[in-house]
C-alpha cells in the first residue's frame, strides 16, 4: 500500500514536466503509427496520425496531415499526400512505387500550421524498403542445408 501511495505521488509530480518538455519538442504532439517498419516495393503503408497534446475541442484550426516519404539521399519526397483530421486523428495509407529501390526512408508528418507558422518538421520515423524475400526452397532430389547467422 505504501509503495502504491509513493508510486502515485511520484507520477503526479513528475507528469506535468514531461507534458511540458513534449510541448517544447512538438507542440501539436503529432504523432504517426504505421502498420509496421518493413516493407516491400508496391505495398501499402497504412497509417494512423494523431495529434496527442491539445484536447479534441482545439483540434479546429487543424484540419490537413501531411505526410511524405524522403529518400535521405536526395532530400526530395518519394510521396507526398494530405489527409483529412477527423477530431485530431487522420487515417489513410500510401502506395509505396514498384521501381522504389531498397533502403531506408523517412516518413515525414506536419499539419497545416507548419506551413502557417513556419514551425520546424513535426513528425519524422525512419522505415525500411526491402526486396521481395528469394523464391522458397523446393523440395529435390539432394536435401539442402540452410545456415543462417543470427545477430
Not at 501511495?5 to 504517426?32: C, E, K, M, W
Not at 509496421?36 to 479534441?56: C, D, M, Q, S, V
Not at 520515423?125 to 547467422?149: E, F, M
Amino acid at each position: 500500500m505504501r509503495k502504491t501511495a509513493l508510486l502515485l505521488l511520484t507520477i503526479l509530480l513528475y507528469t506535468p514536466h514531461i507534458v511540458a518538455q513534449n510541448r517544447d519538442i512538438n507542440s501539436t504532439g503529432l504523432y504517426i503509427h504505421t502498420d509496421k517498419h518493413i516493407y516491400t516495393p508496391a505495398e501499402k503503408i497504412w497509417f494512423t496520425g494523431y495529434l496527442l497534446n491539445i484536447r479534441a475541442t482545439d483540434t479546429l484550426p487543424y484540419h490537413t496531415l501531411f505526410v511524405a516519404l524522403i529518400n535521405p539521399n536526395t532530400r526530395k519526397p518519394v510521396l507526398n499526400e494530405r489527409f483529412a483530421f477527423d477530431r485530431g486523428v487522420a487515417k489513410g495509407l500510401l502506395v509505396l512505387p514498384d521501381t522504389l529501390p531498397p533502403g531506408d526512408y523517412a516518413l515525414v508528418g506536419y499539419t497545416n500550421n507548419y506551413i502557417a507558422d513556419n514551425h520546424e518538421q513535426e513528425f519524422q520515423q525512419w522505415i525500411s524498403v526491402r526486396k521481395p524475400h528469394q523464391p522458397p526452397l523446393r523440395p529435390g532430389k539432394h536435401r539442402r542445408t540452410l545456415r543462417a547467422r543470427l545477430h
